[in-house]
């Protein structure tokens, strides 16, 4: 397998300036797969310096046939590298080698098309018209700029993804950027330097890719001056902490947080077999990380205890297991940390006195990863953490309501 260390720092591959390295453990295993370089803010400087050097320099910004050149080449080698980067996926992530072949690499490397179809396609400049001002004739017309240095940081639940789907608009745009992978999942974030470095023509600085064990490094980017723009995935409360040091700058942000999104059974439904599959299908994928996954389902009162059956065994035939299995269809948990997080909740719950209807525990044939059986919680009311709060888990509360209102 693919082991990439280092760091991808104005076009040149490198290891952290102190030498230094974190180790990179396989969520299913609970093994050591290797190390990444662990950059500290001397190489988190260099990285901005380059990505602001090369924007303001160079002909990035300017070019855009050379953009969809360079992006081209870029789209090609990934589809090249997709079985390198599934077996990188597969080990750090926990992925499934199902979702591999959809969310996780593949349907992401068509962002490159896309975007390089929007750009090239694009209304960069328009005309507005001649108009008599200060007693003489003035030509307008307004164009599109590219916002600048980008500084993306992004989550480990499906990196591939969130990496792209970041830098591929910004890069088409015209941007430079700085990726932040998360530390649990450096090396989909640093095989794409690698893969930029030996296979692409994009300029030196346009992309750089840093990784850090701290969660909190990114606060090197979230607070420079010379990055005009934030774009930053993961939870409410890391979001928070970046919307307020981004403002010391009055720096642009993006910010996509946690989620806890409903499905709605009406009382009308000729079966829950489709909500039940549904339900389910949101549980295995990343094993409930995910913040758009439903993690609330709001069934009718009158038929309650049928939907939470139908759902309950529709969970309980998707165990989880060995990812690199391709039968498997729900991988491990990202760490320990957070199955602890997983577990409080489910906790949490029947403390406040609702039900575990299936699920609950860890499961009993894997001796080893960090796994948690998809669970549902029946007896849930509004008031309750696990019906307000993002779980990031394998976990389904069901909710009953009296009427559509």
């Excluded at 295993?29 to 988190?44: C, I, K, P, Q, W």
């Excluded at 030509?139 to 599109?144: L, T």
């Excluded at 700085?178 to 030996?198: F, S």
């Excluded at 759902?311 to 035939?317: E, F, G, K, L």
Aim: charge should be negative; aromatic fraction near 6%; hydrophobic fraction near 40%.
């Amino acid at each position: 397998m693919w082991h990439e260390e280092q760091l991808f720092i104005g076009g040149e591959l490198c290891d952290a300036r102190n030498g230094s390295t974190f180790e990179n453990i396989n969520p299913a295993t609970e093994e050591l797969l290797g190390v990444s370089a662990d950059a500290d803010g001397e190489d988190f400087d260099n990285a901005i310096a380059a990505a602001r050097s090369a924007f303001d320099t160079g002909q990035w910004s300017t070019d855009l046939d050379f953009r969809l050149h360079c992006l081209d080449q870029l789209h090609q080698a990934l589809i090249n590298h997709v079985e390198e980067l599934t077996e990188i996926t597969i080990a750090e992530v926990g992925a499934t080698r199902m979702a591999c072949s959809t969310i996780q690499v593949v349907e992401p490397l068509k962002f490159l098309p896309f975007y390089m179809d929007l750009a090239r396609n694009y209304d960069w400049r328009t005309d507005l018209g001649a108009t008599e001002t200060l007693g003489g004739e003035c030509v307008r017309w307004y164009e599109k700029e590219p916002v600048g240095v980008l500084a993306a940081i992004t989550p480990w639940n499906v990196p591939n993804q969130i990496n792209l789907a970041k830098i591929v608009p910004a890069l088409a745009a015209g941007c430079t950027v700085i990726l932040k992978p998360a530390p649990d999942t450096p090396w989909t974030g640093l095989a794409l330097g690698r893969i930029i470095a030996e296979h692409t023509d994009i300029p030196d600085g346009v992309v750089n890719v840093v990784s850090a064990s701290d969660p909190a490094s990114g606060a090197y980017l979230t607070g420079d001056q010379r990055v005009d723009m934030i774009s930053f995935t993961g939870s409410t409360a890391t979001g928070k902490k970046v919307m307020e040091a981004a403002s010391a700058n009055v720096t642009k942000v993006f910010l996509e947080l946690g989620g806890k999104s409903a499905l709605i059974a009406l009382d009308d439904v000729d079966d829950f077999g489709m909500v039940a599959a549904t339900a389910a299908f949101g549980m295995a994928t990343v094993s409930g990380q995910g913040c758009a996954l439903s993690t609330r389902i709001l069934l009718p009162e009158s038929r309650y205890e049928e939907g939470i059956e139908a759902i309950a065994s529709m969970m309980a035939a998707v165990p989880p297991g060995d990812p690199t299995d391709a039968a498997t269809m729900m991988g491990p948990l990202i760490n320990a940390r957070q199955r602890d997080r997983v577990e409080s909740y489910v906790q949490s719950a029947v403390d406040d006195g609702a039900r575990i209807v299936c699920g609950g525990a860890r499961p009993g044939h894997l001796e080893k990863g960090f796994y948690y059986e998809p669970t549902l919680i029946g007896g849930v009311d509004n008031k309750m953490r696990v019906a307000q709060e993002e779980i990031f888990g394998p976990v389904l509360v069901a909710i009953p309501y009296t009427d559509d209102d």
